[in-house]
């Protein structure tokens, strides 16, 4: 006949296993996180991101939040008035433009001219290319624009409260 009540020893066994199980379903701390393309909106302009190529994140701040844009043009606008912005800690991820993988977007270098979801016209890619700008130029060249037409926030979400 079979016993199915659970001895000591069996249950002692089991919670080695349960705290490794339990341990990862822990929020990740660090890089980017996954993005429910087409249903989740951007933390700048409240557009669905629906295009991996361009979108980008932040993780930073209070609580190492992760924030999520449809446009890297509209990350950088937002990391710019975050009094977090430049701290070390803060990351910044955006979209392969030729292909499907998350750049460092400090280490990326950014091809202009480019339509974008948010008419920013920046698109990242992992080498150099000619006439591609740094994450400096970058994020100078976006500041200087400023938001584009089609994105005129009424207000930014950053995270406190």
Known sequence: MCDHRMSRRRFIGLVPGLALVAAGCGQQTTGPVEVKWGRE???????????????????????????KFDDIGDAALFLAKQDWGAEAATEFWVGALDGDQW??????????????PMAHGFGAVSAYRDGALDFGGFK??????????????????????
């Open 140 to 161: 100078a060249a976006i500041l200087a624009k400023g938001s584009t037409s089609r994105c005129e926030p009424t207000t930014v979400k950053t995270g406190e409260g």
């Open 103 to 116: 750049l460092d977007g400090a280490k990326a270098f950014y091809v202009g001219g480019l339509r974008t």
């Open 41 to 67: 909106t951007c933390d700048y302009c409240g557009m669905i991101i629906d295009d991996r190529h361009f979108a980008a994140q932040v993780r930073g701040g209070p609580g190492r939040k992760v924030f």
